[in-house]
Structure formats: structure tokens, C-alpha cells
């Protein structure tokens, strides 16, 4: 079956530890995207990558990091320098980063508690 | 810069009721939009998008929308809920290129 892995489903850390989410695609596609989702503010994006060994800050990359080595993978770490990293992580991909007629594919996400 | 607005962050029907789902988007150019749902706890799954082709879009689970150029909106319908329609919905603009943006989500409820 194809689509979108991301492991842990959660994940608990102790504040002022780095912490790195997995995000593995089998559908070929380009483009990943990864995406912060809290309650009653819907889905900001965080970090994208169009192509291997590039990628783009999003919306609110602070505090965030990734890397782009392989094409099915796009790992995320959330740094002690992010303020508020609680939240429930999404991984996406797309066939194609560059036009806006393709769909986003969703993970089944990443609940993080840093406590 | 693009923007989307839900309508309503929580909207309960009764099941067999019509469901409408309100979505309006601000675009200097002709979008791309989608509606997406998600269930507790997991991924967004896709249920339709436009893409210029049709201006009423059909979608899974018997869902459609309509888009409309002069209203900027592109409200979310189904005929009759049925209880398996409680989840968060949302939709997204993408003007071009790689960027989706959301609206905040509106949470449905069916009551039976």
C-alpha cells in the first residue's frame, strides 16, 4: 500500500530536549511539506521541500529543523528553541511542488506533550 | 496575501439533515481549493478540490461544492448526514505554487 508514514504516533519529551519526528513516503512524489496543527487555529506550515537536499522555511520555522536527503524522507526536529512545542505534527506530500492543481497526501500525524 | 475563512467554528445537523459548511477565500487570482476532513486524532484525508474544470465539484461520501467566482466562496454541501460525518473539516486555497492555506476548521456534529 502506498502513503505516508510518520512514527511515533506520540511522543512525550521533557522541555529543553531536542526532538526529532519521522516522516517516510512510498508514493514518489516530490514535494513534502510538514505542518504544526493546534486547536481552533487549523494547519500552519512549518517547513516544505520541493525537491532532494532542498527545502524552504514556512510560516513559523522558528524554533524547527529539517533535511531532505532522500526523497521518501523528511524528518523533522523540534529544537529547545521552539517556545510552544506542543501541538499535533502533520506530514504531507505532493506530487508536484510547483503546481497548485495537486493534491496534498497527509500522515496520520505526531501528537508531541513537552512537559 | 491569501486568506480563507470557515463560517461557523461548530455546526450540529440532525442525522438526514442537509449540511452546509461555509468556506470564503480571498484571491487576487483564480485558486485552487480544496476541502479536507479529519477524524479524531488522525491525517487529513481529501474529500474534493477545484480545479477550474467544473464549478461544482463532487467529492467522496457524497459531498460536493459549488464554487462561485462572485462570491468568493466555496461552501461545503451533503443532502442527508449521516452519523459517520462527525469530524473537522476544512478548507484550503491554494493560489500557486506550493503553499495550501487552511481555514481554522469547523467541527460537525450529528445528532441522532
Known amino acids: 500500500d502506498g502513503g505516508i508514514t510518520q512514527s511515533p504516533k506520540y511522543l512525550f519529551r521533557k522541555e529543553g530536549q531536542n526532538v526529532t519526528l519521522s516522516c517516510e513516503q512510498n508514493?514518489?512524489?516530490?514535494?513534502m511539506y510538514w505542518y504544526r496543527q493546534d486547536p481552533g487555529q487549523g494547519l500552519r506550515l512549518i517547513y516544505y521541500s520541493q525537491i532532494v537536499n532542498d527545502f524552504q522555511k514556512g510560516d513559523i520555522a522558528e524554533g524547527y529543523s529539517v533535511s531532505r536527503e532522500k526523497k521518501e524522507s523528511f524528518p523533522l526536529t523540534v529544537t529547545s528553541a521552539q517556545k510552544n512545542p506542543t501541538a499535533f505534527y502533520l506530514c504531507a506530500s505532493s506530487i508536484d511542488g510547483t503546481s497548485g492543481s495537486y493534491e496534498q497526501y497527509f500522515g496520520p500525524g505526531t501528537r508531541l506533550t513537552v512537559t | 496575501a491569501q486568506s480563507v475563512t470557515q463560517l461557523g467554528s461548530h455546526v450540529s445537523v440532525s442525522e438526514g439533515a442537509l449540511v452546509l459548511l461555509r468556506c470564503n477565500y480571498s484571491?487576487?487570482?483564480?485558486?485552487?481549493l480544496f476541502w479536507y476532513v479529519q477524524y479524531p486524532n488522525q491525517g487529513l484525508q481529501l474529500l474534493l478540490k477545484?480545479?477550474?474544470?467544473?464549478?461544482l465539484v463532487k467529492g467522496i461520501n457524497g459531498f460536493e461544492a459549488e464554487f462561485k467566482k462572485s462570491e468568493t466562496s466555496f461552501h461545503l454541501t451533503k443532502p442527508s448526514a449521516h452519523m459517520s460525518d462527525a469530524a473537522e473539516y476544512f478548507c484550503a486555497v491554494r493560489p500557486d505554487g506550493n503553499k495550501l492555506v487552511f481555514g481554522a476548521g469547523t467541527i460537525l456534529r450529528v445528532k441522532s
Open positions: 484571491s487576487s487570482v483564480p485558486p485552487y
Open positions: 477545484y480545479t477550474s474544470a467544473a464549478t
Open positions: 508514493l514518489n512524489h516530490d514535494a
